[in-house]
């Protein structure tokens, strides 16, 4: 009976409502041109037993090509800030969290979305990298590792944003599995052909993921690795906050490797190296992402821990 107890998969529901969410940012290319493909044709996102909508969540910063109008989107869902009142006063981005909400939400209700993939690009050289807002979310771990193994011998790999202080209130974060895709390096702006391919490729096996889920498939326990987010680094500054140094050469563009303490961290324009001083051995990630100077970012730590992921069935 035991064994049989262990054996036995959580039954959950069914994803049959799952949409796909393209320029949060406005100037994050290959997640605009997909999703504007797809709404103009969205034979390439359908699947068997699911509902796929393909969604512009930010049209009027994309119309710019800028990251935001008033204020950053992927921070704007607060519970303030769906609540709140005030219609052609707000900013646009609250006015236009309040109707994603009402369309896709509401956050935290059971009518919410089963599933939003929300597609980011980042210009530090991150590779194929998928955020998880919660290691609780079973069926998020299991759709990860699905992803990873179908593509293997490329990979992607998983950065779970749980952290007290560093959270902020997402787009996806209306839906019950919130899936951030984040694929770099690409400039601002810029479209590259490798970072829109294997953006769509990810893509393609989560929705094929889904499809097996619904149609009974049961996923057998596993274990995902993931880079816990644990700081925020930013750069040094002067009493006047003016930057006063650079990310240092042996940093850049190493995302997800090994920054142990006393490792190079910054160079200040007169040449002088700033050392990594922190405790243990760190992964940073988001490496001098442009769209961090606002927000006092130079990088992030993170630590790497193995979650287990229970057996998952459809109810
Ligand atoms: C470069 C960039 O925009 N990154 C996203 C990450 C995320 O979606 O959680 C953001 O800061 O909103
Ligand atoms: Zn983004």
Redesign the pocket.
Known sequence: VSVDLMCLAARLDEARRVAIFGG??GN?MSGVMLVNLWVQNNTEVQRKGVEVQPFITNPKAVEKCT?YVDT?L??AFTPENLSTLGGGDLPYEVRRAQEINRMFGPKGSPEAYDVIF?L?????NMGCTL?LESSKDHFNLQMMNYIQKSIFPASCLV?L?EHPLLK?S???SVAKHPV?L?V?PQPQGVLRSNIFESMRDILKHALDFIELFNAGMEFPPCTVEVFRLSERIDYPRDDNGNIIAMVHPNLQDCDWEPLNPGDPMFQTFDGKTIHYQGSGTVYPT?IN????YE?QQAFATTRRESLVASAIRKA
Not at 120 to 124: A, D, F, K, L, Q
Not at 289 to 292: D, K, L
């Open positions: 949060t940012h994050e990251r950053d992927n921070r929300d980011h690009n980042t210009t530090s955020l950065l944003n902020y997402t787009s996806r951030g984040e770099g988001f992402e442009a769209a961090y927000k």
